[in-house]
């Protein structure tokens, strides 16, 4: 079993703002990574450490970190947001990597 | 432009061994540690090892340590995981990725199917 822990589904209007959440106590000491993965394709790097979002990933994509939960929020979502969305950090011993069950956002 | 191209998968028996390798290039190779990750079919993403820069540190997942050996050739660009023992649970994507900060990964490749069945 994974040591974070994702809602399996959320859902959202189209146009709104979504939270997605990553529960883990390894989060008290490292901070989340996000992902999201469309169908048939490779992972996709969102957000990572305290601030930081990659090149080409627009800034409707945040993140942050509170106790033991991690969240990604996505303002003014898209249609093509559409997707599975993971976290991941290290683990409690700080050497290895955990990722999150997933989620999958439903855009409505 | 940063490419990873995994390559070696395929079909093998329960108990078999099968090496993948990932080609890399548009980067600077031998400055990236490096990453395996699968997925079985339907289910999410499970990280497999971690190889430093130099080869200097090297990690695994429970599930595989002691079957799985992960290597890289910086001179030839390339990053690989030998695959013994393998089990039907074994059956995945599995996909290579840059890392940046020991827990994320930047960028990915496409992912070769590793089939592990009688």
């Known amino acids: 079993s994974s040591e974070l822990t994702q809602d399996p589904a959320v859902s959202v209007v189209l146009g709104q703002t979504v939270r997605i959440t990553c529960h883990g106590e390894?989060?008290?000491?490292?901070?989340a990574s996000w992902y999201h993965q469309k169908a048939g394709q490779a992972p996709v790097l969102l957000f990572y450490?305290?601030?930081k979002r990659p090149s080409g990933i627009p800034d409707r994509f945040s993140g942050s970190n509170s106790g033991n939960t991690a969240s990604l929020t996505i303002t003014g979502v898209r249609a093509e947001d559409e997707a599975d969305y993971y976290c991941s950090s290290r683990d409690r011993s700080g050497n290895l990597v955990v990722f999150g069950g997933g989620t999958k956002l439903t855009v409505l | 432009e940063v490419q990873l191209v995994e390559s070696g998968g395929g079909l093998v028996k329960p108990g078999g061994s099968l090496r993948v390798s990932c080609a890399a290039s548009g980067f600077n190779f031998s400055s990236h540690s490096l990453n395996w990750v699968r997925q079985a079919p339907g289910k999410g993403l499970e990280w497999v090892s971690f190889?430093?820069?130099?080869?200097?540190?090297?990690y695994y997942a429970d599930s595989v340590k002691g079957r799985f050996t992960i290597s890289r050739d910086n001179a030839r660009n390339s990053l690989y995981l030998q695959m013994n023992s393998l089990r039907t649970e074994d059956t995945a994507v599995y996909y290579c990725?840059?890392?940046?900060?020991?827990?994320?990964?930047?960028?990915w490749g496409q992912g070769t199917l590793v089939t592990v069945s009688s």
């Open positions: 450490g305290e601030d």
């Open positions: 390894s989060l008290r000491k490292y901070y």
């Open positions: 190889i430093s820069t130099t080869g200097s540190y090297i």
């Open positions: 990725a840059t890392d940046i900060t020991g827990s994320s990964f930047d960028n």
